[in-house]
Nanobody, 125 residues
Framework: QVQLVESGGGLVQAGDSLRLSCVAS????????MGWFRQAPGKEREFVAGIRWTHSTYYVASVKGRFTISRDNAKNTVYLQMNSLRPDDTAVYSC???????????????????WGRGTQVTVSS
């Protein structure tokens, strides 16, 4: 079993930055692919960013150049640095782990086995 706990959300103004953290426990974190998803009110949950166990990264087009995903295996933690935040970034952000870590880019919810409860990010205009 893998437990994931997110932190770092909050209320910010447009143009501000936030860094989200997700701490994993259980299992071997360094072998997992990790992802960040978000769900805005009334919308489907969507993929935001992923980082493979190899440290390669990939992003949804709407956050490229603004968000950066990274990981610290010594701390069992994955981060999402969010810059130039916009009101349409408002959502609950959740991290997820893909313990099978198959090849390819994992952008579908179904590819992730474990999920955190999420942290709220609200961006005011």
């Amino acid at each position: 079993q893998v437990q994931l706990v997110e932190s770092g959300g909050g209320l910010v103004q447009a143009g501000d930055s936030l860094r989200l953290s997700c701490v994993a426990s259980g299992g071997t974190f360094s072998r997992y692919d990790m992802g960040w998803f978000r769900q805005a009110p009334g919308k489907e949950r969507e993929f935001v960013a992923g980082i493979r166990w190899t440290h390669s990264t990939y992003y949804v087009a709407s956050v490229k150049g603004r968000f950066t995903i990274s990981r610290d295996n010594a701390k069992n933690t994955v981060y999402l640095q969010m810059n130039s935040l916009r009101p349409d970034d408002t959502a609950v952000y959740s991290c997820a782990s893909d313990v099978t870590a198959t090849t390819g880019l994992h952008t579908s919810e179904s590819e992730y086995e474990y999920w955190g409860r999420g942290t709220q990010v609200t961006v005011s205009s």
